[in-house]
Nanobody, 115 residues
């Protein structure tokens, strides 16, 4: 059974840092493109960052310069290092595996940034 399990969400003050983790089971990152998404209350889910099978990465405008996506193949874990956090980064963060048309989502981890 394929699963994604996120962790690392917490409450932090603006300017702080957090590192989110997404551990995969039942498949490896060679099988999928991986993305970090977030959904803030009242907002649509948005792509924050991605790391594809060919190692190319993507960052949204809001994430550029502040967030870094990486992975540890041995741990089968995807990371999102977030720095200089802003109040508007408050959201539930999800990781998603894209198998080329079919998807697997994690349950999400909550990030709250206070001023």
């Amino acid at each position: 059974e394929m699963q994604l399990l996120e962790s690392g969400g917490s409450s932090v003050q603006a300017g702080g840092s957090l590192k989110l983790s997404c551990t995969a089971s039942g498949f490896t990152f060679d099988d999928s493109d991986m993305g970090w998404y977030r959904q803030a209350p009242g907002n649509e889910c948005e792509l924050v960052s991605s790391r594809n099978r060919d190692s190319t990465t993507y960052y949204s405008d809001s994430a550029k310069g502040r967030f870094t996506v990486s992975q540890d193949p041995e741990q089968n874990t995807l990371y999102l290092q977030m720095t200089s956090l802003k109040v508007e980064d408050t959201a539930v963060y999800y990781c998603r595996a894209d198998f080329g048309g079919s998807y697997q989502w994690g349950q999400g981890t909550k990030v709250t940034v206070s001023s």
